[in-house]
């Protein structure tokens, strides 16, 4: 008998694309964002989110390395997460509550559960709401980037009877979060992540849709609510990962749906102005029930289990 | 026509040797014809060391009713009858023969007397045909159905969905009067009155080949299918074809439907025109490893070292050498391995090719779940198995898989999903035959237990 062969059970190809691939495109749709917040808030904008995704990074390796993991720096999650909190905090974030925040996503959100893909919460979600909860005192006031004084987001400015411009709004030069105010850069990132097939229409387009619909029940402007605040950001990147969304087409529905009445029921009637952030942690918490609610049937066994 | 499409994967399509039609191979020095290239029982030597066979002489004599009988591919003398280690891991008979080199017919290859029914189904199964697209099974066996009425089309598969295979699209451009009359046979002889073509949209010269025999038959159509893998798996197309589920544990047969592969339905024709059984396969050859690529026709029992001689040898060391196509080929231990009836495609691949990423964690991206044609859950199937949760595996449905390989080939963790189905399969098989052991040991035990006490009671 001649020389043995490798063998090994089909499939003998792959598909090109990895997890790391996967993580660098949502980096790349980032970037609209993290521009267009250094243009709005000026170049410390870029400091917060660096600050970020070393904190997130830094904070991965040192768990896997004392847990004796193996290092999964690699895949680039940890740099989707900082970017995507550093982005949803104001400009003149203190930089160690911004570490802060970092490690507790990566490390009590993420790491503690498994690491990525078992976690259930979104780490960049929750860590927003724990530096939200916890540093409510210190926190800075949101800036107003026209006048450069510490005003209202356009959310507390509507309570107030205030509003901004729908072109004011779309270009983001207004108060709120780094990645948040440019709803343009935003879309920008989503298109081209629906595009590369990273993500599908369909969580983004039931949250966004759900949410205006339900602003106009309530009497209030659909354009404004979905250009302001944390909506845009949160439909497209946040309330898309994959972890803590389903993974079925009607499942996504279902959770766009659910985040988008969250959201709104929180903005009508809560006493904090903006409920993105607690809209996706709620409704991640009940993914894995939308998931078995909405499991296809099998093809040709829908006779019996 | 189905209103929703199955799932499914945008593999490459590497058809490089599309179009190149078939050159037939000079027989080797010496054949192995393994006694079990299809579904079922192996079939019975009838020669033994030492005798002269021709090109078409019966060696071996179908061993049950689910086989085949099995042909010389070469004339020449019989060297011996040994055992032959099978890609599943079992061992069955095979016969080596030592070639004259003449290739010499032999006397019995003449054209069946086809009359009807009956004529027909014995010239199949005389014909050693079994299903050539890969599975193998046994064309007779398919054929011939208890009900005739139960059967109202034939599906006949050119979606040809893996990569590299083109095989079956030279024998759509080469052989098409063939699949014609093959057609013409069925429909004759056994009183089918559809037939429909599934052809995979990459190839347009083998739709447009397929249509004009259409504009010539009335009972055929051709289906366009998408460039998707796997359109050729048996139920995908036959839900593309015809609209028709067939439900889970059923056989198309009890929608109504029979499937054949395009070089089958060839096949069938040929041995009705010319009494030749199958003796040799039109088969790519092609891979990264391999110098010159191109489809050939080789005897039955051919060794692929032989193959790829004939193709030019290898470019450079091949790491892995396929049968059939890389989606769910068989990779083979050694270069002896023989061309069998139902081998449709060799492949070499180099190093880097052969080369698979290690499986890093689940993402939860859903990518397994929103491409699976059975509409499964891999990731979910392959976590129920890591708990040993057999109702879970149960009621996901894994006896399910066809193994077409979709979730891991877009798996971007690369998690081993098929693999996993495949061992979960096993897992459940295990655990059903343990307990079905242990409720027949239970059931002795009651048995045996009073006899026990009559015994304790007498003393």
Known sequence: MSELLTVSPSPHIRSARRTSHIMLDVIIALIPALVAACVIFGPRSLLVVSVCVAAAMLSEWAFERITRRPNTLGDLSAVVTGMLLGLSLP?????????????????IVKQLFGGIGKNFANPAVTARIVILVAFSNSAPQWINPVDGVAGATPLERLGA????????????????SLGETCALALLLGGVYLVVRRVITWHVP??????????????GMDPLYQLLSGGLMLGAIFMATDYSTSPCNPWGKIIFGVGCGLITMLIRAFGSYPEGVSFAILLMNILCPYIDRWTARKPFGGAVKA | ?????????????????????????????????PMSMHIGAPATPLVKAGDTVCV??????????????????????????????????KKVPCITVVSDGMMTVSDCVKPPEVVDRESFLNAVRASGSVGLGGAGFPTFVKLNVKDPAQVDTVVINGAECEPYITSDTRTMLDRAEEIEEGIRLLQTYLGIGQFVIGIERNKPECIAKMQELAARNTAVKVVSLPSVYPQGAEKVLIYHTTG????????????GVIVMNCTTVAFLAQYVRTGMPLVEKCITVDGSAVKCPQNIIAPVGTALKDVFAFCGGFREQPAKVLYGGPMMGIAVVSLDAPVIKNTNAVLALDEQEAKMPSPTACIRCGACVNHCPMRLDPAGLSRALEREDAAALIKGRVDLCMECGCCSYICPASRPLIQQNRLAKEYLRKKKAREEAREKQKAEAAKAQPQVQQEEGKQ
Do not use: C
């Open chain 1, 161 to 176: 009877n205030q509003t901004a411009s729908y072109l004011q709004l779309f270009l983001g030069e207004h108060g709120g």
């Open chain 2, 244 to 255: 028709r589920t067939v439900p889970a544990g059923k056989l198309p047969l009890d929608v």
């Open chain 1, 91 to 107: 400009f003149n974030m203190p930089l160690w509550q911004a570490v802060i925040g970092s490690a507790v996503a990566i490390i």
């Open chain 1, 205 to 218: 387009i039931a949250y966004l849709g759900s949410a205006a619909l339900l602003s106009w029940a309530f």
């Open chain 2, 1 to 33: 026509m189905s209103l929703f499409r199955l799932k499914g994967v945008r593999t490459p399509h590497r058809k490089n040797t599309a179009q190149m039609p078939a050159v037939r191979m000079p027989a080797a020095q010496e054949v192995v014809i």
């Open chain 2, 56 to 89: 078409g002489d019966v060696i071996a004599e179908a061993g049950g009713f689910v086989s085949a009988p099995v042909h010389a591919s070469v004339s020449g003398t019989v060297k011996s009858i040994g055992e032959f280690l099978l890609t599943s891991g």
